[in-house]
């Protein structure tokens, strides 16, 4: 700099009888240091205003903001953001300032390329002339643009990542000026200015990890709240309860919780929200192989793939454009149209190294990608909520030994019992008479031979037990009267009833029919049903109450479709 001035003054006031040399020197001192003084005051107040973005902001609009004052300090005309993917390697668009229509270039590789230069070797490059630059391979956009040159420098997160790899992508700063020079002085104050996003960038960081903290702590109380109370905990309940705490933050529409069976070939649907705009009713069981994207979910090796309708990762599988995705059925995809769903999310939760469950979220906007804190919060909430149905199996256990027909006919002695035999078939229905209850009589069972059926002996054992003790118990309550079961094969499946006198009222009826009952007992009936692919109705006439049950044989289980 002081340089220049000299050669400035010398050449136009060190002429004779202009000004002595003395007089000169001291005159270069006093602009030189008035010069610096404007320009440190200029460079500091660039500086804050860029600190001084609001961290509450979302990266891209940090980012825009950013790029917005930093076109504007160096005087120039537009700004690009390409922030790299590490799994990709690819630099993917995330807005600009000055370009309104940049988002249609969604990535451009690292590979060849200037902001791929400039991430590879982390460091400021200039471009005097864009179209006679090899690398800059969108010339065509650059003449729309009406771009001749630009200098690109590079973005640095906040804080490393464990790779030790800081760094965020690269920020392009274009002038319509051709052949343009670029002076140190020039790309150091860019250089400058960049490097203090990464201060804005670590304010949200702390940010989002105190609300992050904050719904985790959220949703634990929620959990301990509703343990608290003595009607015990539901699953379904549950998961209404807690979605809200997520919602806000990915713009949900729906969501749903599905969990494998053992063997990775059916998947069932345990919880549901909203429970009235799903594509399925809870407890209803699809297969594994008929459905991609729970296929590609249950897959502990799948590759990382990154394409314009999906992208997929160890810790999520993002479905971008679900109207085009082979991910989805047809039928589907036409549902995700109906409902205006743009992206779905699907989270795997593991269990002993092992993906058992999935949570899966429909959203309204249309997502490309999510970052860490999303995914662990939305894990965090997976975890919590199997922990939750862990409860609910317990609680399920613990009405079953409440149950006093259960209580009284031993459930170990029974279950020994069903081990050392054969047939469960021939074993009569004990409970009836273990409960002691009077004025019950019990006809004998009419059970048709070889009705094989693909299910838990012991879950079967389970809901034999609810069945005939409500059964038994309601028989009771009215004084007296019959209790019968019966199987026999209807319609290719196979149709199990447990028929008592006495009518349940309407009103019960209903609430029954619609889940809306404290009771545990039906709930495990339910979810037994439908795991197994069989369905439930209840019917009331002539004076009896029937719950009629319909599982499939264990050949046609096999075959069934979702």
């Known amino acids: 700099m002081k340089k220049k001035l000299e050669d400035f003054f010398s050449h136009h006031l060190l002429r004779p009888g202009c000004i002595s040399e003395d007089d000169l020197q001291e005159l270069i001192l006093t602009i030189e240091s008035e010069y610096q003084s404007w320009f440190l005051s200029t460079i500091i107040q660039e500086i804050e205003d860029i600190m001084a973005i609001d961290p509450s902001l979302s990266v891209r609009e940090i980012l825009e903001v950013a790029a917005e004052r930093i076109v504007q300090n160096l005087a120039a005309d537009a700004a690009t953001i390409r922030i790299i993917d590490p799994q990709s390697l690819k630099l993917t668009s995330f807005g600009g300032y000055g370009v309104p229509d940049f988002d249609r270039l969604s990535s451009i590789p690292v590979k060849n390329t200037i902001s791929g230069l400039v991430v590879q070797e982390q460091r400021s490059i200039a471009v005097p002339s864009i179209l006679k630059d090899p690398l800059y391979q969108n010339k065509d956009i650059a003449r729309s643009w009406g771009f001749q040159s630009l200098l690109a420098v590079p973005l640095f997160m906040p804080f490393p990542k464990p790779s030790g790899n800081n760094l965020l992508g690269s920020l392009q700063i274009y002038y319509k000026e051709d052949d343009r020079e670029f002076d140190k002085l020039e790309i150091i104050h860019a250089e400058l200015l960049a490097r203090r996003i990464s201060f804005v960038l670590a304010k949200k960081k702390i940010l989002d990890l105190e609300e992050l903290n904050r719904r985790k702590e959220t949703i634990v109380n929620k959990i301990f709240v509703k343990l608290s109370r003595r009607e015990g905990i539901k699953l379904k309940d549950l998961f209404v309860l807690l979605i809200p705490e997520i919602k806000e933050l990915l713009e949900v529409q729906s969501c749903s919780l599905f969990t494998f069976s053992d063997d990775l070939q059916f998947i069932n649907l345990e919880a549901a929200y909203p429970q009235d705009a799903c594509y399925h009713e809870a407890d209803h069981s699809f297969t594994v192989a008929h459905h991609p994207y729970f296929k590609v979910a249950a897959d502990e090796t799948k590759a990382f793939s990154d394409t314009d309708t999906e992208r997929i990762t160890q810790s999520y599988i993002l479905i971008k454009d679900p109207a085009r995705s082979p991910l989805l059925s047809g039928q589907l995809q036409e549902f995700t149209a109906a ?66 027909a259960i209580a009284v006919a031993g459930f170990a002695n029974r279950a020994r019992k069903l081990l050392d035999k054969d047939d469960l078939e021939q074993e009569r229905p004990e409970v009836v008479h273990e409960s002691k209850f009077k004025n019950v009589t019990v006809q004998p069972p009419q059970l048709e031979e070889d009705l094989q059926v693909s299910c838990s002996r012991f879950a079967l054992e389970r809901v034999l037990d609810n069945l005939l003790s409500n059964a038994v118990r309601a028989v009771a309550e009215q004084g007296g009267g019959t209790v019968a079961l019966h199987t026999c094969r209807c319609n290719g499946m196979a149709r199990l009833v447990i028929e008592n006198s006495g009518e349940i009222p309407s009103e019960r009826l209903k609430q029954m029919e619609q889940g809306a009952v404290k009771g545990r007992g039906l709930n495990i009936i339910n979810r037994f049903v439908h795991t197994n692919h069989g369905n439930m109705k209840i019917e009331v006439k002539n004076g009896l109450t029937r719950f009629v049950i319909m599982l499939p044989f264990a050949v046609a289980a096999a075959e069934q479709g979702g």
């Open 339 to 404: 409902q205006n769903i743009h992206s779905i999310l699907i989270v795997p939760l593991s269990v002993d190294g092992k993906v058992r469950h999935l949570l899966a979220f429909n959203a309204t906007n249309q997502k490309t990608s999510f970052t860490d804190e999303e995914i662990e919060l939305l894990t965090f909430l997976g975890k919590e909520i199997l922990k939750a149905s862990r409860l609910e199996f317990f609680g399920d256990v613990l009405h079953d030994i409440k149950n006093p």
